[in-house]
């Protein structure tokens, strides 16, 4: 490969959550045991280094020694609207119809704001992003869940009929979507966001889609934007994007949405506009002048290659080496959404149990319950395959196997 996915980054004491905050809080990912390093599995930030047009970016921009009040640039805008086109095909968007949001959860609360009043029910499916959680109750919002359902395959799909009742059960006008879904990594095939969409139109139903995962989509597989599935989608989505996810960019902030309707536009950047927060950070806009660029698309196909080959391993593992662990192989986003119940019952194990035999020995994974996953864990493999290796290797002896 071109690009650097193998290197074993010390991210230790250098800004990274991931890491830092191992053995810190009592209670919380203690430290491991003695001679076993931290394997980062559990936020959802990338362990390989950022694309280099990113660092040559801010590097350029930082030699310049003023940082004052600024405006973003055409070059922003235009290297946002080159990105889907390249990437997803998408045309007809203008530099009108983009916004600048601080963060994607913060441009959902300021579309459902305009969409809806506080305390209406929010239909969102589960599992669900915590991020959703927090942001909704927080906000005020009810959450209603219309549960994904694994088919004979094994995979998430959305149950029509069950998102119908609760939308018409609970006079909801307002849904949040995530494209391709975190926890579950579904990639919505078109069908079913026409199926969607359909039905939200049927009941006045405006959508907010969540598609900073995007650009992580794995080997045989198609991301279909919501607004390009119908015209009715066009014009009553607001899309909410980040460089962050794809690029590992999340300590820099900045994300942005696309929004086709005029007056939902107006409205939306109103409500963005209220707090006096939702400003730009200069090197920031050029991080993703830099991400944005024709090496940041040669960069993005190779972290694909890269998390398409520690997925097929690691479900591989699964299924051959831990018996009563069951996962539905992802087709985007670089998380595992592992399902333990058979396991911890034939062991006689809480998921307490088992997610703290992990940080024993330095596989730092994450509580599923907090994504409505009864008994689940999510697994970060956004890190050189010799790591995944090795974290699967202690859990093999150590955890599933011991």
């Known amino acids: 490969m071109k ?13 990274a959550m991931a890491v830092d905050l191992v053995g810190k809080y009592p209670g919380f990912m203690p ?12 936020v959802a930030d990338m362990n390989f280094p950022v694309a280099p047009t990113i660092q040559e970016a801010i590097i350029q921009r930082a030699q310049h020694p003023a940082f004052g009040y600024f405006m973003p640039t055409d070059e922003y805008f235009d290297s946002i609207i080159r990105w889907h086109e390249a990437r997803n095909g998408v045309t007809g968007l203008a530099r009108e119809h983009i916004g600048y949001e601080n963060g994607v959860l913060g441009g959902v609360i300021s579309a459902l704001n305009v969409m809806c009043s506080r305390g209406d029910s929010v239909l969102l499916h589960s599992p669900t992003y915590i991020g959703f959680t927090m ?28 998102m119908e009742k609760k939308i018409v059960d609970k006079k909801i006008h307002a849904a949040v979507f995530c494209s391709p879904h975190n926890p579950c990594g579904r990639v919505w ?10 039905l939200f139109k049927k009941h006045d139903v405006m959508v907010v889609s969540d598609e900073i995962w995007s650009d992580i989509i794995l080997a045989g597989h198609k991301h279909v934007p919501t607004q390009s599935v119908s015209d009715w989608a066009h014009d009553h989505t607001v899309a909410v994007y980040a460089p962050s996810k794809t690029f590992n960019l999340a300590g820099l902030v900045g994300s942005y949405h696309i ?38 698309c040669e960069w ?19 299924r051959t080496r831990f018996e009563g662990v069951r996962v539905a192989k992802p087709e985007g986003t670089y998380m595992l959404f592992l399902d333990c119940t058979e396991w911890c019952k034939a062991h006689g ?5 088992l997610q703290n035999a992990g940080w024993e020995v330095g596989v730092y994974w994450q509580d599923g319950r907090q994504f409505h996953g009864p008994c689940h864990l999510r697994m970060n493999l956004a890190l050189p395959l010799s790591r995944v290796q090795e974290a699967f290797d202690r859990l093999d002896r150590y955890v599933f196997n011991a």
Request: aromatic content about 10%; charged content about 30%.
């Open 3 to 15: 690009y650097d996915f193998t290197t074993v980054m010390d991210r230790l004491g250098k800004d």
């Open 31 to 42: 430290a491991p045991r003695e001679g076993l390093d931290i394997i980062p599995m559990w």
């Open 135 to 162: 942001s909704l109750t927080n906000n005020g919002y009810d959450i209603v869940h219309s549960p994904l359902v694994q088919d004979e395959n094994g995979v998430w799909r959305m149950d029509f009929a069950d």
């Open 189 to 198: 095939e078109k069908w079913e966001l026409e199926q969607a969409m359909e």
């Open 259 to 296: 929004i086709y309707n005029k007056a939902l536009r107006e409205r939306v950047e109103k409500e963005s506009s209220l707090p006096h927060y939702n400003d730009m950070n200069v090197l920031s806009m050029h991080a993703l002048i830099g991400a944005y660029r024709p090496e940041g």
């Open 300 to 318: 993005v196909d190779e972290l694909c290659q890269t998390i398409t080959g520690n997925i097929d391993f690691a479900c591989e593992f699964i």
């Open 349 to 353: 194990k809480t998921l307490d149990e």
